[in-house]
C-alpha cells in the first residue's frame, strides 16, 4: 500500500476509530470504501515543470480554431 502524502491528525484518527468500533461489520466495510472512494476521487495531476517543455508547441492557427470553436 503507498504511503500518503498527509499526516494523520491523531485525535481525529482516535474519534473515528471510536465511532468505526461502535457499527456492525457491514457498515464498517462502507466506511472502508468510502475512505477508498476519497483517495481515489483525489485529483491527480502531473508537475507543471513536466508540462513545460510542451510550451508554445500548439500553432498559431489551431489555436485560433479552438478559440474559434469554444466561442460558438
Given at each position: ?52 517543455p ?19
Open positions: 500500500m503507498a504511503e500518503s502524502a498527509y499526516t494523520p491528525d491523531p485525535e481525529t484518527t482516535h474519534e473515528i476509530m471510536t465511532e468505526l468500533k461502535s457499527l456492525p461489520l457491514g457498515e464498517q466495510k462502507e466506511v472502508l470504501d468510502f475512505v477508498r472512494y476519497l483517495k481515489f476521487k483525489q485529483k491527480k495531476g502531473v508537475p507543471g515543470s513536466v508540462l513545460l510542451f510550451a508554445g508547441t500548439i500553432p498559431a492557427e489551431e489555436l485560433a480554431q479552438m478559440q474559434q470553436a469554444i466561442e460558438e
